[in-house]
């Protein structure tokens, strides 16, 4: 795409409904914050390429959309849709795509800590937009505001996904240490309150899990697509290294997946066991007072001619069967063979 394409020409357009922030990057990878939405002219941009930000909840842009000024109308059209299916798209040198990323205000009530960010990528310029804030845009904009050499559009996007990964590790890495401590309180056998700890580090592990499943099959796609179409080589070796570090990531994540429900399987069993031992404590304490119970209730009824009632001994003679039929119970308990739940 040249200079005076469409899809980067803004001087009519004063300002941009949205537009969260765009920088300018020159031929050298130095990105620069542009102040001014009516100073996105690129008759005097040189090779450098242009990267607008925005929010999709507020921007209005069918019409830019409808102008082809983002690329083919229909990739743009759809990439910039409602859909939140992870996908990628390449047409005549564009792509577009939606990925998940990490949401910075994760919501209360147990939503899911994502979101996703759609883009689409020309020669010589990288649109981007997400409709709840996102982590990767703010720390790839901060990284080129520090200095970082950013030379193309895919090259950002690079970026962008580095971050993401880079937050989910971090996110992983939190994960373990906290199934460290709780499987180190499981070999210790001090597991009370561990189960409530589990449920949210597993539910949290498999949505990561879920999330990196739908990225690296975006960008094992792309790199698919773009031999096909024949995108550039770099472009196809940025996606396959992509692709790589997100399946060394999935791997890791799936193991943290793995290790919860070995764990929560684990404390369910302890909790069953000593759920049983106690069952048989108090079936055994049953079986042993049902007989003294039986033969106190006996010589408790209020009728005439009951047994011992004008013997001078009958109290101790009735306290007598009463130990002593316990004591039958707990030898039958014996021969039965009935014994504790072991460990």
Known sequence: MDASAPGLAFRSTPTLAGLLFAMRFDAHGVGHLVPDAGTLDTDNFGQGFLWLHFDLARAQ????????????????AAVFAEDHHQRV????????????????????GGDDATSRLHFV?????LVSGRRQPVESPEVARDAAREGARIVSPFVLLETLIGSV????????????????EIEDRILDERVRGDRQRLGPIRRDAVRLHRQLLGL??????????????????????????????????????TLVVERARLMQEELSARVADQSNRQLYTLSILTAL?????????????????????????????????????????????RVLGIRAPRE
């Open 61 to 76: 842009l069918d019409s830019l959309i409808g102008e082809g000024r983002f690329g083919p109308k229909r990739l743009a």
């Open 289 to 333: 007072f049902l007989p003294p119970t039986l033969v106190t209730g006996l010589f408790g009824i209020n009728t005439k001619g009951l047994p011992l009632a004008d013997h001078e001994q009958g109290s101790w003679i009735v306290f007598g069967l009463a130990f002593a039929s316990a004591g039958l119970a707990y030898g039958m308990i």
């Open 121 to 125: 990528i020309g020669p010589r310029s």
């Open 89 to 108: 798209t390449v047409e005549n040198s564009h792509i577009g795509g939606v990925v998940a990323d990490l949401a910075r205000r994760p919501s209360d």
């Open 165 to 180: 990964i880079g937050a989910i590790t971090e996110r992983g890495e939190r994960l373990t240490d906290t199934l460290d």
């Open 216 to 253: 690296r099959a975006v960008f094992h796609r792309l790199e698919e697509d773009g031999v096909r179409q024949e995108l550039d080589e770099p472009t196809i070796t940025t996606a396959s290294r992509l692709a790589q570090r997100l399946d060394a990531l999935d791997r890791d994540m």
